[in-house]
């Protein structure tokens, strides 16, 4: 077989509304804790610039993720997509 080609019994999981809002909200709850982590705990105790942008990526990188994620999730409901 192919690897480009999809077996014939393998079904698409149907698509859900319901767990896509919910991994979204995780994403963005993720974002929140680690900016509180950051701010809290990480920033007093580190004072190297390296260390500064390394924290800013932790920052960034779910953050990120949560836009990117509700993001799609609002261009599905304009679309008109069901389950939006």
Same mark, same amino acid.
């Given at each position: 077989? =192919? @690897? /480009?080609? #999809?077996?014939?019994?393998v079904? @698409? /999981?149907?698509? =859900?509304? $319901?767990?896509?809002?919910?991994? +979204?909200?995780?994403?963005?709850? =993720?974002s *929140?804790?680690?900016? #509180? ?7 007093? %105790?580190?004072?190297?610039?390296? =260390?500064?942008v390394?924290?800013?990526? @932790? *920052?960034?990188a779910?953050?990120? +993720? +949560? #836009?990117?994620?509700?993001? $799609? /999730?609002?261009?599905? %409901?304009? /679309? $008109? +997509?069901? $389950?939006?």
């Amino acid at each position: 077989m =192919d @690897a /480009r080609t #999809i077996p014939r019994d393998v079904e @698409a /999981r149907p698509d =859900d509304a $319901g767990e896509r809002a919910r991994v +979204a909200t995780l994403i963005t709850l =993720d974002s *929140v804790v680690t900016l #509180i982590q950051a701010v809290g705990y990480d920033l007093p %105790r580190h004072s190297a610039p390296l =260390d500064w942008v390394v924290m800013l990526i @932790a *920052v960034l990188a779910p953050t990120f +993720a +949560a #836009i990117l994620l509700w993001s $799609g /999730r609002a261009h599905r %409901r304009a /679309r $008109g +997509a069901i $389950g939006a």
